[in-house]
């Protein structure tokens, strides 16, 4: 059992903090953190169960902090909550069941793949609005995508926002603020099915999660108020640059 110091305790507040901000903006929030808790000495294992559970605070600041947006995308997350949800449970069960090797290998090449589609959402966005039905999220590839996105989320989750906001952004017709905000919720509630899969199975280090959950809300309100200010355009630019650095980090 690892004894948190205070200035593992600092540490770890601080970049969850910066990992949470970061999640609310874009996603690879898990970039920071995660690698936070295997400097503090905890097993990949145990860090990204870790991670997982003391992410939810930042989930729960960024959809806090989003509460207007996503006031009239009940039916939405009604779809999508559940697809996503069940894809989380098949996520956690592959991470504490089966090897990760093969499955990390392609999550970089995952992530830059959801970078080029998010970087060129308006022209794809403007051609499906030809040919696509107004109940849109209720399409297949949107649902089976938000499925595979929470099986990822569970099973390592870095680059999920990114994943996510790609999907929705060409996928449906709204403002990237809206999707932004959907974005958020639909990590919470992946990370929630995951979290409670992960802590019945003994697997999350208590100490580290509960210094991360208060910095992690925090941080979601902080990165809410900095995805605010932004406009569309900063904001996509931002949400790619984030996403090809959550994949080179991957990479090396």
Known sequence: MIHLDAGGVALLAAATVL??????????????SFPALLALGYPALTANVTNTVGLLGGYAGTSAGYRVELGEQRERLAVLGV???AGALVGALLLTRSSPTLFRSIIPWLVLAS?????????????????RSSADHQTAPLVSGVFVGGVYGAFFGAGLGVMLLALLGIT??????????????????I?????????????VAWSAALTM??????????????ARRLNVTLLRAAAVALGVAVAVRLLV
Do not use: E
């Not at 970078?115 to 040919?131: G, M």
């Not at 449906?172 to 990590?187: P, Y």
């Not at 959950?213 to 900095?226: D, E, F, I, V, Y």
């Open 19 to 32: 990992a949470a901000a970061v999640n609310a903006v874009a996603g690879g929030g898990s970039l920071v």
């Open 213 to 226: 959950l208060p910095a992690g809300l925090a941080g979601g309100l902080l990165g809410t108020a900095l």
């Open 191 to 203: 990370n929630v099915v995951a979290a409670i899969y992960f802590v019945f199975l003994g697997h």
């Open 83 to 85: 697809a996503g949800g």
């Open 115 to 131: 970078c080029a589609l998010l970087a060129i959402q308006p022209l794809v966005t403007s051609h499906l609005d030809r040919v």
């Open 172 to 189: 449906m017709r709204d403002g990237l603020q809206r999707l932004n905000a959907l974005k958020g919720l639909l990590s919470l509630q």
